[in-house]
């Protein structure tokens, strides 16, 4: 009983026991909202480029940060360094596609002297120097190859007692004594190009800043240490080849003596004297060296392509030919993307008159990596196309997807080193291998030490661009392949979709201008810079200049519009009445006036040709209107006007206004013409009785002109009447003469005529 009792109890404690482990299990494993983590930053900024037996130390030199919340103690640098060599361009691709930590290796810890205590105490997003230094033949390296080496950092949190330990991985070539080399010559394709920021004219989209126009292509890349001066320099010290985005000159050029910001701040000359010395340098850099335009503004083809927005592709091939001439340069090379092209892509660029593209070897699958294809021979529908074909992976960086230019550096020399042990004789076997930089990449710096190294190396040999091109190219006819990570870099449907708007706002006021020729060309250029490839990855940005591009178009399309008039009054059934457009912008225009009645039925309106109204002018626009010959409106009829393009297409607001019809009809025609023919009537027969009267008078005078005039009471007489035309009792009017309305007798009251009737008479006549 009492044993059997011990062992419940036994039980019950176990239960407890394994409930209490697994609470704190539960609780261990929840960590608080607010809870701080550790972490480090390690940036390598220079390392030995290459080994030999003659190489005495490997060292390693760069920066920690601390990039958590809590301050670290204790923190030691110490090199890393896996025995197994790479000995093939595969094996090096899978170690660069690695993450640090994946592949297993040797910590150089012991002895001390060979570890460099970085800090005590490094605080949160504080940063310390490391400089890593060791003996070569501590490694033990025999065999020809490249190996994986890098740098451990070590560092105590204040929340445990172990030891965090993070990494970082590059490259080391070693070429012992006896090592075959067949030498490659490597022709660098360095790009100066920069993210679109010109609207037009000489607006550049970015806020205003006090010493910087904000967002604009930065004036600090201008600058004798900027980013764009680094490359010029670059390319010029070391005599690499250039492939410029046109569009980056045009905006220099425009910004060279002052621009004016989309917010409105004007940037004057003296802000701008770096773009001046930028540019002066670019021509003369450009026409001395090697160097091929992109097309203009290097619009995203695969994009464009996809969309079906491609219409003006070919003037970015034509400005990009215009800027090779102006900067004496060798002419075009079309980079699409990353450099992979479909055979629409490929079709397109050669439709464009661009006979030259850059693509990737990876997009050439079938295509021989050893170096002995560099330029091949595509065939379209279109024509030929000669490709300059890029090895991705000299400048890929790596391990983990660093691109630093230390990364760079020692990719490039690991992936060189690896094609010139691949053996052949060095007599006769040609290895030539084009090396394509980042489009954004940013030399800094350290980027000078990449090609001084590069020119120091046994088994690499300096080429330009233009003497490749020169050898007969590989013709080839096999697959062409797409990179899924290129085509989820294009451009967004989002950004695409903002694109159409421009296209179409771009479009209406092509059709609506006079001269459309003269303005297609800035147009389309605006388009091209709004779908640069190197927009790709920042949509806010690109469709903020998009839709500035688009409002000041519409803005444009705005300064066009109807002027109607307060009321028309047509007193027929045919009218015409007036209607003014006013062109308030600075292009002469060309475009339809659309007047229509709200009811169909009421009035018809005749066609109205185009009408050209030249900058700051009014055109009036005569009208012609029509009501059904039935018609008995007599209120107002409420018209519409608004303005279109030639295609039809309106614009602006519609104008309302009204047309009185009065509606006379064909009644009112034939009262109107039986009046004037009763009237016509009315004078004809008064005409005709005058006559009559005139003839019987002339024939009494004939009759009467032998008798005695004088006798009394007779006609003639002083006592009778007067004969028709004379005066009675006035002997000065008996010559025969007429007497005119202004002759009256001196005793006659003025109004009355002689012998007419009294006061007494007329009141009886009446």
Known sequence: ??????????????????????????????????AQVPGVRIQIDSVTPYATKGTKNLRLTGRVVNSGDVA???VNAMLWFDQSPLTSRD??????????????????????????????????????????????????????????????????????????????????????????????????????????????????????????????????????????????????????????????????????????????????????????????????????????????????????????????????????AQASDQYQTGGTLVWPGAGYADAGTLETIAASKAHTVLLSQRALPALPKDGSSPVASLATPEGAVTALVADPSLTAGGPGGQSSPVGIQQRFLSETALAAMQGGDPATTLRRMVAAMPRDWNPGASGDTLFRTVESVSWLRPLSVGALLSQAPTAYGGPLRTSPSDTRAE????????????????????????EPERSRPALDREFLRAASTSWRGDDADAIELVDTMNS????????????????????????????????????PVEVRLEVRPRDPDMLKVAPIDPVRVDPNRKA???????????????????????????????????????????????????????????LL???????????????????????????????????GGPDGPAPDGQAPGNPARSNGRSAQPHDRDPGTRPGSQPGSPGPDMTKAKR
């Open 491 to 514: 451009l967004s449907p989002r950004h695409v979709q903002h694109l159409r708007d421009l296209a179409a706002s771009s479009a209406m006021l092509l059709d609506m201008l006079a």
């Open 91 to 320: 094996e090096l691709t899978t170690a660069a596609a690695e993450q640090p930590g994946e592949r297993l290796g040797t910590r150089l810890d012991q002895p001390w002297n060979l570890v460099d205590q970085v800090a005590l105490r490094l605080r949160p997003h504080a940063s310390a120097r490391f400089d890593v230094k060791v003996p070569l033949a501590r490694l033990g390296l025999s065999a020809a190859g490249v190996y994986v080496v890098g740098v451990d950092i070590r560092a105590t949190t204040p929340d445990s007692s172990l030891r965090e330990t993070w990494r970082a991985r590059t490259f080391l070539p070693y070429l012992p004594a006896g090592t075959k080399l067949t030498p490659v010559e490597v022709a660098f394709v360095l790009p100066v190009t920069a993210r679109p920021r010109l609207v037009d004219g000489d607006v550049v989209h970015g806020p205003a800043a006090s010493n910087d126009a904000g967002g604009t292509v930065a004036l600090r890349d201008f600058a004798p240490d900027g980013r764009l001066s680094r490359l010029l320099q670059l390319g010029a010290d070391h005599d690499l080849s250039f492939l410029v985005d046109p569009s980056l000159l045009d905006e220099a050029r425009r910004m060279s003596d002052g621009f004016t910001t989309s917010s409105g701040t004007r940037v004057g000359p003296d802000q701008t004297a770096d773009v001046r010395r930028w540019l002066n340098r670019a021509r003369g850099v450009l026409a001395a060296g090697d160097a091929k335009m992109l097309p203009y503004a290097d619009p995203d083809l695969p994009t464009l392509q996809r969309y079906h927005l491609t219409d003006r592709f070919p003037q970015a091939v034509r400005a990009a």
């Open 681 to 715: 009537l009315a004078a004809g027969t008064r005409i005709v009785r005058r006559l009559r009267a005139a003839a019987a008078a002339r024939r009494a005078t004939a009759d009467g002109g032998g008798e005695a005039a004088g006798t009394a009471g007779e006609p």
């Open 620 to 678: 009036t626009v005569s009208v012609t209107a029509q009501a059904p010959a039935d018609s008995t409106v007599r209120s107002a009829v409420q018209m519409e006007a608004r303005v279109t393009t030639r295609s039809g297409a309106s614009f602006g607001a519609t104008q309302p206004f009204f047309v009185r019809v009065t509606g006379y009809g064909r009644v009112g025609w034939v009262v109107i013409f039986v009046g004037l023919g009763l």
């Open 1 to 34: 009983m009492l044993a059997g009792r011990a062992r419940l109890a036994t039980a019950v404690v176990a239960v407890l026991a394994l409930l209490a482990c697994v609470g704190g299990l539960v609780t261990g494993t929840a960590t608080p909202a607010s």
């Open 552 to 587: 000041r178009i519409r803005k444009a399309i705005g300064q066009v519009e109807v002027v109607p008039p307060r009321l028309v009054t047509l007193s027929s059934q045919t009218g015409r009445f007036p209607v003014t457009i006013w062109n308030r912008g600075r292009q």
């Open 72 to 74: 670290l103690s204790t």
